[in-house]
């Protein structure tokens, strides 16, 4: 047993150890059914302090340890990620509201995300450099030191691992902060993954907490690398605080990508894409398929098949039932959606299907005939909604496809893919499809949005990877000191 074990229960993991939190321990709830699945610890700012201190502590044998033996570390967590798939599945089924396939995706990006990082501490780690004097002069990558993650609700195992493995295997030490709505999935899993790994104690230590622990843990002085993924709101104000205190922050933060259909596009096909990138996962993805672009040409036979299959999807309790979408995390966020969606509705929007809910099940949501002033627009929904504008040549794609202040992914549907690739490039992304929809992620492939979705790739392959969670250091070797004239 990984998690049924219960050693989280009412605690957090600090320095290697499972104990309570100075903050009140607080129920795990189940989206779908409103059960209580256990109890776990909340931390403090007063935890920080003591996490930080033993990080910094920790990290400093871990760096001067062979890269072999923490490779083996990395490869060992990849494995039990695996052999554990069957309780973590059922834990990201109940807590995050993901139906099964949705989890098992997560499980197989963690094991990947581990295997990838097992190859950083091999890879070549600096270079020799010219110099003018009669010496060696080199460039070394050397660890950050402590890197704090704080990861969201939404893909939690996903969001913190892509994030912790890397850095742990270039030998840093890694706070982590998983929201506290899924506190058990995206934080207790990965503590118990990597202390069943064989990592030492005190280089992952997982703190569950609020805004106070996430300030805490940007403006603690041990602190040197923030990774935050979140919205775009709270991703400001964390780049803002790492600013003030001259730190590296990486931030991956909303989106409202486009599905541009052109007119040439094979409609079925575009609609089955279409469907997947908004509607998988309830749109609570940061790559969600937010806005349907699609050529007047095609566009009513687009709504009408899009309509028909959002109300043809089961919606419901994944633990209990094969469906296809599961509950939203929480009221506030329903109460979101359905707003963007009646707003919407007063701006001249249709609602070709759904636009309803029972407790946390939203319908998947069609909305017709949007304008680009309408919340459905310029909003993130975060949520089972697809919005659908027409636009009659490429320049109207382009400039409906440009006019947000995201720019994460894009989608592209077209049997001309030179086509495809040459509207791409008018449209400043960090992804993109051709002939595919949004959401997509590869643990070796670089990831991240550019404009409000964040501060560029810094997650995924190795190039991005060792650039986010190392320093450069400037080395020079001589036979013997030099003269100078004083």
């Avoid at 990138?277 to 790559?287: D, E, K, L, N, V």
Wanted: glycine share 10%; net charge negative; proline share 7%.
């Amino acid at each position: 047993m990984l998690l049924d074990d219960k050693t989280w229960t009412g605690n957090i993991f600090i320095g290697g150890e499972w104990k309570p939190g100075r903050g009140e321990a607080y129920d795990v709830v189940e989206p779908a059914t409103g059960d209580v699945l256990g109890r776990i610890g909340r931390a403090t700012p007063e935890d920080v302090d003591e996490a930080a201190r033993r990080a910094a502590e920790a990290q400093k044998s871990w760096a001067a340890t062979p890269h072999p033996a923490r490779a083996a570390v990395l490869r060992r967590a990849a494995q039990l990620w695996g052999e554990h798939a069957e309780e973590i599945s059922r834990w990201n089924v109940r807590e995050v509201g993901a139906i099964p396939p949705m989890a098992g995706f997560a499980l197989h990006v963690a094991e990947q995300e581990c295997y990838e990082a097992a190859s950083l501490p091999s890879r070549p780690y600096g270079e020799l450099l010219p110099s003018e004097e009669p010496r060696l002069s080199m460039s070394r990558r050397v660890p950050a030191g402590v890197v704090a993650v704080i990861a969201p609700f939404n893909v939690p195992i996903i969001l913190a691992i892509r994030s912790v493995a890397p850095a742990l295997a270039l030998g840093n030490a890694v706070l982590l902060k998983p929201d506290p709505r899924t506190a058990v999935t995206g934080g207790a899993t990965l503590a118990r993954i990597f202390e069943e790994a064989g990592l030492p104690d005190g280089l992952l230590q997982v703190l569950p907490g609020g805004a106070e622990v996430g300030e805490a843990l940007v403006t603690h002085p041990l602190v040197r690398v923030i990774s935050f993924t979140g919205s775009t709101a709270a991703g400001r104000r964390v780049g803002a605080l790492a600013g003030e205190h001259l730190k590296r922050a990486h931030l991956e933060l909303g989106g409202n990508s486009a599905l541009v259909v052109l007119d040439d596009a094979d409609v079925g096909a575009a609609v089955d894409a279409a469907s997947f990138g908004s509607w998988f996962h309830q749109g609570q993805i940061c790559m969600t398929t937010g806005r349907h672009l699609v050529h007047d040409r095609v566009y009513d036979e687009f709504v009408a098949r899009l309509a028909a299959k959002a109300e043809a999807l089961p919606v419901g309790d994944p633990n209990r039932e094969t469906v296809v979408l599961g509950p939203i995390i929480d009221a506030a966020q329903r109460d979101k959606i359905h707003s963007v969606v009646t707003r919407s509705a007063s701006y001249g929007s249709r609602v070709a299907a759904g636009g309803r809910y029972e407790n946390l099940f939203y319908s998947p949501t069609v909305l017709a005939d949007v304008s680009d002033d309408a919340p459905a627009f310029t909003e993130e929904i975060f949520g089972p909604v697809a919005p659908v504008l027409r636009f009659r040549d490429a320049e109207e794609a382009v400039r409906l496809a440009t006019a947000s202040e995201y720019g994460l992914s894009l989608g592209i549907v077209t049997r001309d893919v030179m086509r495809g690739l040459a509207l791409a490039d008018r449209i400043p992304t960090g992804i993109v499809h051709i002939n595919d929809q949004t959401v997509s992620d590869e643990a070796n492939s670089p990831f991240g949005g550019v404009a409000a979705s964040g501060t560029g790739s810094r997650f995924g392959g190795a190039a991005a990877n060792i650039e986010a969670f190392t320093e450069t250091r400037w080395v020079t070797v001589r036979d013997k000191p030099p003269a100078y004239p004083f």
